[in-house]
Every structure is written in C-alpha cells, then in structure tokens.
C-alpha cells in the first residue's frame, strides 16, 4: 500500500509523517505529536479537529456520509476539513490555528 507524507505546519516549523493512502488527518497528526481538538473520538460528532489545508486539498478524498453530515451541521470555511474524516491519497500540507 503506498504511503504518502503529510506536512504539518505549525508555528515553530514543519513536522511531516508518512501515511498510509486511506489514513486520515487525525492520525497523521496524533502520530507526528501534535494535538488535535477533539472529543468524540474522531467520529463525526464533536466538530472540533477542524485542518485547514493549505496544499493538496486534491489528494484528500472527497467528504464521505459521515463528514457531509457534520458539515451540514457546522459549516467549513474554505480549505478546511474535518481530521478525523479527510482520508489522505497523496501528500498534502494542513495546519490547525493552534499549533
Ligand atoms: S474528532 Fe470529533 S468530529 Fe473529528
């Protein structure tokens, strides 16, 4: 299974981690050491580990049933995506407003 390298950006610099195509935001993120909000247990519940991403928004698959769900619910802006729901499939770069 190919994996693809996901750029976290935050305020004291990149961190990267390798994921496997099909993992998602959320564990990218708790795998490199950076928190994420959350409080469901990354089911589509709480709203909280909003990304925004800043580049290869293409290589995140598109919403599935359970993101489309909470969007309707809270709204995205632009470029954001929910971590625990944006399953990667090619590298891509995302930051959070509290890294
Ligand atoms: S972790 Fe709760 S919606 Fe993503």
Redesign the pocket.
């Known amino acids: 299974m190919p994996s693809y390298r996901v750029t976290l950006r935050t305020s004291s610099g990149d961190r990267h981690f390798s994921l496997a195509a099909g993992g998602t935001l ?1 564990r990218a993120a708790l795998r490199a050491g950076l928190p ?15 990304m925004k991403v800043l580049d290869g928004t293409a290589n995140l698959a598109p919403p599935g049933p359970a993101e489309t769900a ?1 969007y309707a619910r809270e709204p995205l802006r632009p470029n954001e995506r ?4 944006a399953r990667v499939h090619g590298p891509c770069t995302v930051t959070t407003t509290y890294w």
Do not use: E, F, T
């Open positions: 959320l994420v909000a959350r409080s469901c247990r990354g089911v589509a519940v709480c709203a909280a580990c909003k909470l929910y971590a625990c729901q």
